[in-house]
């Protein structure tokens, strides 16, 4: 196990060396995420880890991967998809072309549920969804669209309690322990890599969600992400956090409204 | 559940309740303890502050952290011990930040998560109480962290009581 200082002296080290910037992290998650790196590649000593993580670069690049993985699945939190369903997606439906951005998006779970609602609500053809994430890897997992069949279960009882009426095996086609989501979805979707600690702006979105991904961050750097977002907010476009997340420690608070007690909230300001 | 409501209202500290409890999306269970005690309930979000003289409940589906500067946080990487929220990663987080000042409480239940938590506890110097297997609706659990580590106390659930409200 790693102690508080051999952390700073790491994220000191990985700022200096290669230019990311870990600082804003939140040290209890981020401690155990590079503990279990530490543990998982057989380290005893940290001066060992700390010299190997300068020295070779793959190796640098393997341990951010392994740090900033999320895990996700699809619908979850079924009554959070029901509201997009019911109240959101209808209001931003009016619009002549919708533009959604899932910040930190993981395995691409997510992505393919909105795709999923979007055109069972006939939104589908007019909306394009922007998935970025930090970590490469991850990324391409989302681009094909293939999980685990064995996922699909859950999958599919979150899909039903969530208001879908489809049969949820419609979706994919199985192979080898493998299901394929239609490219009638991806074609939809645009991928790329993008850093909220670093990177900026890119685009004006109708709705933003970002779920589970602020709690690794600590408080100065959740106000950086939620400027950011702001600033790529159209005016009365929606910002979804995950279900303990939440924006009342943000100076931005007064200009959005909150939907009912869901964590949605509109920018009214 | 019989411990809730024989507490006193407190002052200097916090208490920090985990459950294994179903995924869900209800706070029926922060409702319903927050009935049964004079203690004031705080819903935990993330990065809420941890005050003295409340009862935090660790949310369902999300393992509970503590930071430094005495927030509590969320993190929702896979399930430790089948669980989260996971006893031993909220245990294990507390007492590097807690260390001495941590007192640790293991009741009944049906795994063995909390085993590596209590010994994290114990050696960050923090004070480590079990309650007595024979008193135990799930015996397993607090088996499983008697037959690792030495606790401080082994109490049956009066005695818990009357440690709690004599801090």
New interface residues.
């Given amino acids: 196990m790693i102690d ?1 200082r051999e952390l700073d002296v790491l994220i000191n080290d990985v700022y200096e060396y290669y230019g990311f910037d870990f600082s804003g992290y ?4 981020l ?3 590079v503990d279990r790196v530490y543990q998982m590649d057989g380290f005893t000593h940290f001066s060992d880890f700390l010299s190997k993580v300068r020295s070779e670069p793959e190796y640098f690049k393997r341990m951010v991967e392994e740090i900033t993985v ?2 996700t699945e699809m619908f979850r ?1 079924p ?1 959070f998809y029901k509201v997009l369903r019911n109240d959101i997606l209808p209001v931003i439906g009016t619009k002549p072309f919708i533009r959604i951005w899932h910040a930190g998006c993981a395995t691409g779970e997510e992505v393919y549920s909105m795709a999923i609602l979007l055109k069972e609500a006939n939104l589908l053809h007019k909306s394009l969804l922007y998935a970025t994430d930090i970590n490469s890897i991850v990324l391409n997992t989302a681009k094909n669209g293939v999980f685990p069949l064995r996922m699909m279960k859950q999958y599919s009882e979150n899909y039903m309690a969530s208001g879908g009426k489809k049969d949820f095996s419609d979706y994919y086609t199985a192979n080898y322990g493998l299901a394929k989501f239609g490219g009638d979805l991806s074609e939809k979707m645009v991928f790329s890599q993008h850093n909220l600690v670093s990177d900026r702006s890119f685009n004006e979105f109708d709705l933003i969600l970002c779920r ?1 991904v ?3 961050f ?2 100065d750097l ?1 106000e950086r992400a939620l400027n950011l977002f702001d600033d790529s907010l159209g005016k009365l476009g929606y910002l979804a956090l ?5 924006i009342k ?1 943000s100076h931005l608070h007064s200009r959005y409204q909150q939907f009912n007690k869901e964590k949605i909230w509109k920018k009214i300001k | 559940m019989q411990v809730l409501p024989r507490l006193n209202a407190i002052q200097d500290f916090a208490i920090v309740i985990v459950l294994h409890r179903k995924s869900g ?1 209800d706070t029926t269970l922060e409702e319903l303890l927050a009935l049964k005690t004079v203690i004031p309930v705080q819903d ?4 809420t502050p941890l005050e003295p003289g409340y009862i935090y409940i660790a ?1 369902s ?2 393992h509970l ?4 500067d005495k ?1 509590l ?6 399930k430790i011990n089948y669980s989260r929220p996971s006893i031993d ?1 909220a245990f294990e ?1 507390a007492a ?2 807690y260390g001495e000042g941590l007192t640790a409480i293991l009741l009944s239940g049906a795994n063995s998560d909390g085993t590596n938590g209590v010994i994290a506890i114990k050696q960050a110097g923090g004070t480590v109480i079990i309650q007595d297997p024979e008193t135990a609706d799930m015996a397993y659990m607090p088996k499983s962290a008697i037959n690792n580590m030495t606790a401080d106390h082994i109490f049956d659930v009066k005695q818990i009581i009357e440690f709690i409200n004599s801090i």
Avoid at chain 1, 26 to 29: C, D, E, F, N
Avoid at chain 1, 242 to 246: A, N, S, V
Avoid at chain 2, 65 to 68: A, T
């Fill in positions: 508080e939140s040290h209890a998650s401690k155990r995420r999320n895990v939190d009554m589970n602020l709690i690794y600590d408080k959740q995950g279900t303990k997340e939440t420690f | 999306e935990v979000e993330d990065k949310p589906d999300y952290l503590f930071e430094k927030t946080s969320l993190d929702i990487s896979e990663v987080s590097d930040i």
